[in-house]
């Protein structure tokens, strides 16, 4: 079986935990660019070394950059059943994947703007699983540490106020067309709500139209 799919949405949207959510219930491979850039940073790889200057303030890593890493991820992979959350994240990026792989359905995950700002204050990241806390509304169980493996959660640099601001803006000028995009191709999904508990079952309902629910 093949299925391929991509997750939308404005920075702390809820991308990495409805993401971890389906590939839970459905078990499709999963790349996050974010995420996968942020281990690049740790290890000091020449890519994270690239992708560091932008990250931190709160722009874009180029287009060209990111495709050809993604796209060398991609085949990586030894299933065709996958979720990308956090690339394609420009139009152009959205074109060179179209242009190798078209996709099953797209997923885009529309959540009120004073709650997004709202939301990165209280965020703490797991950095090799991606795993996302927050303090407010889904606290670790132990404080600053990670559920499953004990180990350090950190606060991304860039989730400060005023980079925050300005990835919400790079998102509104460069990424909000990639949802046109899709929509002209007959593929979007919208799902609204408060919370990723409130989108959630929206999202699986759409997900059990393409693929058989796991048994875990
Ligand atoms: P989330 O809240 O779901 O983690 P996000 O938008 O806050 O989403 P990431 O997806 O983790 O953050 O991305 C963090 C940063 O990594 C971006 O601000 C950007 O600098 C860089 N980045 C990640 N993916 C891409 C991409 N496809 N193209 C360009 N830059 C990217
Ligand atoms: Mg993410």
Redesign the pocket.
């Known amino acids: 079986m093949a299925f391929r799919s991509v997750i939308l ?8 935990t409805i993401s971890s959510r389906i590939v839970k219930a459905f078990g499709l491979e999963h790349i ?4 996968r ?2 281990i690049n940073i740790k290890e000091n790889t020449p890519l994270g070394n690239t ?1 560091k200057s ?2 931190e303030k ?6 060209d950059v ?1 495709v050809n890493f ?1 796209s060398k991820e991609l085949q990586q992979l030894k299933k065709n059943t996958w979720l990308l ?6 139009v152009s ?1 959205a074109e060179a994947l179209w242009s190798v792989q078209k996709l099953d359905v797209v997923l885009n995950l529309v959540v009120p703007f004073n709650i997004i700002v709202d939301r ?1 204050k209280g965020r703490w990241v797991h950095l090799p699983s991606g795993r ?1 806390y927050n303090t407010d509304f889904n606290a670790p169980k132990v404080p600053g540490k990670d559920d499953i493996t004990g180990e350090d959660l950190i606060q ?1 640099k ?1 989730d400060n106020p005023e980079i925050v601001l300005k ?1 919400l803006e ?2 509104e000028n460069l990424t909000r067309p990639v949802i046109n995009f899709y929509k002209n191709k007959g593929i979007l999904k919208e799902f609204e709500g408060k919370s990723s508990d409130e989108i959630w079952p929206k999202v699986k309902s759409v997900l059990l139209n393409y693929l058989p629910e796991q048994k875990s």
Request: net charge positive; hydrophobic share 35%; proline share 8%.
């Open positions: 949405g404005a920075p702390a949207s809820g991308k990495g996050a660019s974010g995420d850039l942020r992708a932008y990250i709160g722009l874009l890593v180029p287009d990111m993604i959350d956090g690339f394609p994240r420009t990026q990165v996302v991304r860039d990835r790079q998102y």
